[in-house]
């Protein structure tokens, strides 16, 4: 009898053992790390990291942490880093500045918002406090991380957004020139 | 009787000291009425003098006057909102000290006008200093601008700290001769075209001078020192960037002289950076012409990355750690730099060497993919790798004819010559007749 209740017990305990060993090894925990403003540089844009409620950062698989100042210069990293393998990324909520995980996050984004790179993403920890946000600005739309993968990530750059580079090479030099572009970019502006 | 006199002199002493309060309260209340009663009782285009004297703000400049303040007029806020608020166009401001006290995101000057002039203010601010929204065609000049200092003794973060000149969505404003002292930026303009800032001096503060997505921006003849970077130049087309000095921008482990990030179609000419950790730091940035520049003793000259199409011409790498440094930037054209660690031949005499100058990029890959290996910087090893990695060459940036003397001496040698010449003539024909004359004498 006694041997028995022993015997099921250690089973037991063993199954416990595996399944905590074995939840160990798949669920690797990935934390957010400290922002030092001295030291953190963008690895995008090269502009230094506050540490303020743009800040971003992702972990690779291999454990190297890459910082970014904007949410913008992080999904830019993914695109042009397509063969790391990533581990986490965090964002931090807006109210209070807490590391989220960039899944869990809620995204409000407009145009209008400035945010260091300006491309307008504001991260919250949940759906509550990013539709407040949005309504105390009266613009703006909310999202999930899964509908900011299919976001267009534009900057607003204002009035260059529609320009063509390339169009106004020779005449951007001309004061008269100046003052013309000046007037279609105050009205483009409006149009924002 | 002794106790009734004690309360006679009580009440005596109390209405003594009423009396000698009241008129200083008064005083600070009656004078926040005064700029501002002073204004509302102008008619456009008059000229407002005010007395010496502290006075209260926040003040709101409505319509086009002149204001002066006499030497000593000083205006303090210690309100969230900005000491003073220009929303009139053709407004004109001189001769004030305004103090921003409140650390809360606002500033000492709000500028929401156009063909406004702001000049010989002294600010001291919180906060940010003079903010431009939607504002054309101003003219700021000859402003000092600085961090108002710590409260209660305890160190701020530099990221607590807000811009010195800040500019948004504002076009076409002259920024010029302006001082600016341990701010955030020094001066920052984001989508805003065709500003000119020039003669601005910058000191302790983030980043000099901070242009983010403008076009035909004109930076010349400002000074930056011990900034992390002096100029900022992001999501720039058509900007000139000429006559400048940064120097001794290397506190920081990110420090740079002038960094250049998305920058197109512009021209860099006739700066100076000296003592930085990185002269000039050059990414993703294509069809830049930068020429006649001064480049020494930084830790490296200048580095690409990933930039293309720029015209490189004329330019003195002296005294540098590394004189540059290149990856993935195909099809710049280096031509007749002068590099100090480089030993050309000039066989026909043009000043120019017949062998060119390769970059080696070995050491910035290697650090870009793992930064500690900055601690092998100029090691014998890396050296000696250095030299063994001569594989994919022909991808490398070069110089192809690298000047044999830099190019300023060069200028300078061309005068030099003459002018020694007809010297050393004229003392060898003076000393002949001399020692002729008083020779022929004596004997």
Redesign the interface.
Known sequence: MNSTKLMKLSVTACLLFLMVMLAGCGGKEYKAVAIN???A?CAV????V???AYATQLVTENGKVYLFDDIGCMHEWEATNPNEEIGASFVRDYNDNEWIKYEDAYYAYDASY?SPM?YGIYSFKDKESADAFVKSQDKGVVMTSAELASHSWQ??????GGMD?SGH?ES??SEMD??M??DD??SD?HSH | MIKRRGWLAACLLLLGVFVWIAPCAAYASLDKGTIQQLIDEAKPGDTVTIAPGEYRGAITIDKSVTLVGEPGTVIVNDAAQPAVTITADGVSVSGITVEQRSMEESTAIELVASNTMLSNLDIHTHAFGIRLRKSNRNEIADNSIQWLGEMSGQEVKMSAKRNGIDLYDSHDNVISGNRISSMNDGIYQESSHRNQVIGNRIDHSRYGIHCMYTEGTIVRGNAGNYNVTGAMVMGVTDAIVEDNSFTKQSENVNSQGLLLFDVHTSTIANNRVEGNRIGFYVEQSSKNDIRNNSIERNFVGIQFLESEGNELQANDFIANVINAEATDSPDNRLTANFWDNFSGIDADGNGRSDISYAINPFFQQLTHQTPAFQLFFQSPGMQFLETMMQSDRSSWTVDIEPLMMPAGQQAMAGKHNSYTFWVSLCLLLISTIIIYNTGVKRT
């Not at chain 1, 844009?45 to 230094?48: F, I, L």
């Not at chain 1, 900057?155 to 260059?160: E, R």
Request: glycine share 4%; aromatic share 0%; proline share 0%.
């Open positions: 403003e001295d030291t540089k844009c090269n502009m230094q506050k540490d303020d400035r300006a900057q607003n750059t204002d009035m260059m580079m090479d951007a030099h100046g003052d572009t000046m970019a105050s502006a």
